[in-house]
C-alpha cells in the first residue's frame, strides 16, 4: 500500500474536484472508485468535503467556484507558496487566487502557467496531500497538455526546480522529476486539445472500469488503449468533469514512488 504522510517541495500531492453538483458527484465516485465522501459541516469550509479510501484521504471535492464545467485540479506542494507565486509571476505566468489560508490545514494559490494551463499551490499546514497513491482508486499521475513544450518545460523548472527527463530541445513529450524520481509528465497538444493539466487515477482494469463508469453516467472521450505506462481512458463523468484512469504496467515507475 503507497502510503503518504509527507511530500517534497515540488510534488503534486493532492487533486480535487469541483462540480455543480457535489452530492451527486460523490455518489458517481463512490461507486467507481469505492471513495467515502465526509463534507465539513462549518460554514467557513464553504462545502468543502474529502474522499477517503480504506481510511486514507485520496481527493478533495466542493461546489464549482469558476465558469465553465466542473474540473479536476492538481495542487503542487510548496515549502513557501509566497516565494513559489513570485517565480510563477517572473517567469511569466499569472497568478489568478491567493495565496490564502485555508483553516489550520494550510495555504493555497491558483495559478497559470504561460500557455495559459491552470495549476494549483499548497503549501502544508495539518494537510499534506493525499494519504495513498499509485493504489487502485487512488491518484497516481498527471499530465501536462500544453501547446509550449519548451516554454512550459523552462517554466516549470523555473518554479518548481523539477528536473527533466529526455531531449531539452524534444517538442512533443518531457517527463518531470524530483530528486530523480517521476512526478508528472507534459507531451504537446494535439490538434483541438486545449492547454491542461489532466488527473488520472488508478485502477485494476482499464476496460472493467471505463464500462462501469459509462453504466454510472459517465462520456468515454478515449476509450482504454495502449499507452507507454499501461493501459488508460479518458471519461468525463455524468457533470462533465474529466479524468483519466489507467492500469499502470509493474515495469512502471509510478509517480512519486
Known sequence: ??????????TPSWVDLGTADPQA????YGELFGWVAAFDPRPEAGG????????????????????????WAVYVSVADIDATAAK????????LVGPMEVLTAGWFAVAADPAGSVFSLWQPGDHAGAGLVNEPGAFTWNELATTDLPG?????????????????????????????KPVCG???????EHPAWS????????DASTEKARALGASVLMPPRDLDFGRGAVVADPQGAVFGIGKVNDATPGYAS
Not at 48 to 71: C, E, K, W
Not at 88 to 95: E, I, R, S, W
Not at 186 to 192: R, S
Not at 199 to 206: E, G, H, L, P, Y
Open 48 to 71: 468543502y468535503g474529502m474522499f477517503s479510501l480504506r481510511d486514507h484521504l485520496v481527493a478533495g471535492i466542493g461546489p464549482q467556484t469558476n465558469p465553465g464545467p466542473p474540473h
Open 186 to 192: 507534459a507531451h504537446a497538444a494535439g490538434p483541438g
Open 25 to 28: 458527484a460523490a455518489g458517481f
Open 199 to 206: 488527473i488520472w487515477f488508478a485502477v485494476d482494469d482499464c
Open 1 to 10: 500500500m503507497a502510503e503518504r504522510k509527507s511530500y517534497s517541495p515540488g
Open 152 to 180: 512550459a518545460r523552462d517554466f516549470y523548472i523555473a518554479v518548481f526546480g523539477w528536473g527533466a527527463e529526455g531531449d531539452a530541445h524534444n517538442a512533443n513529450a518531457a517527463i518531470f522529476t524530483i530528486g530523480g
Open 88 to 95: 510563477v509571476v517572473d517567469n511569466g505566468g499569472k497568478l
